[in-house]
């Protein structure tokens, strides 16, 4: 009975470290595919500025991501999803009113690749500590019903394919 319970420990234990390994093994492919080898973007939690007479050190305040969709009329009434990047501060003032950039992606491509591998959360948080641009919302649609379909952006010919109208009126309102 004993050899049986030891049998049977050493094969969970083993089964435990496979699966453990597996796991990782997935997790660093995963990483490695967004960063392409490179650390995951942070922004640091201070910068040093040039003022007049010496320098200073600024804190970097973070911006939020929030996820969402849209659901568009010109879209046949389909949800897009989309990501709004709130500048530092929004949650404290927004009665404030700020500048609006859209960034629409290629293809392939999603509004994820701007946050993940094109480091624009941390690039950008800097750049408002250092006040090298104006607090802002960035608004990332997803553009496309499907991973496989490229739409350009532009109004197709079928009904409820209208991306271009979807941008400028749907989103921009």
């Keep these: ?33 967004l960063y392409r080898g490179f650390p995951a973007p942070a922004a640091p939690a201070t910068v040093v500025i040039v003022v007049p007479g010496g ?12 996820e969402t969709s849209l659901r568009s009329p010109a879209l046949g009434g389909w949800a897009d999803p989309l990501y709004v990047v709130l500048p530092p501060g929004y949650v404290e003032h927004p009665w404030l009113r700020y500048p609006v950039l859209y960034l629409l992606h290629g293809n392939p491509g999603e509004p994820l690749n ?48 209208a991306w271009e109208t979807f941008v400028a009126s749907d989103l921009v309102e």
Excluded: C, H
Aim: hydrophobic share 50%; aromatic share 8%; net charge positive.
């Design 55 to 66: 320098t200073r050190t600024v804190r970097v305040v973070p911006a939020t991501v929030v």
């Design 1 to 33: 009975m004993s050899k049986v319970l030891t049998r049977l420990s050493a094969a969970l234990l083993g089964l435990a470290l496979v699966a453990a390994g597996i796991a990782g093994a997935v997790r660093y492919g995963v990483t490695y595919w």
């Design 114 to 161: 701007f946050l993940d591998a094109g480091d624009l959360l941390p690039v950008y948080e800097v750049l408002v500590a250092t006040r090298r641009v104006q607090p802002m919302i960035i608004v990332m649609p997803s553009g496309s019903k499907s991973f496989f379909t490229d739409e350009e952006w532009a109004n197709g010919v079928q009904p409820g394919n």
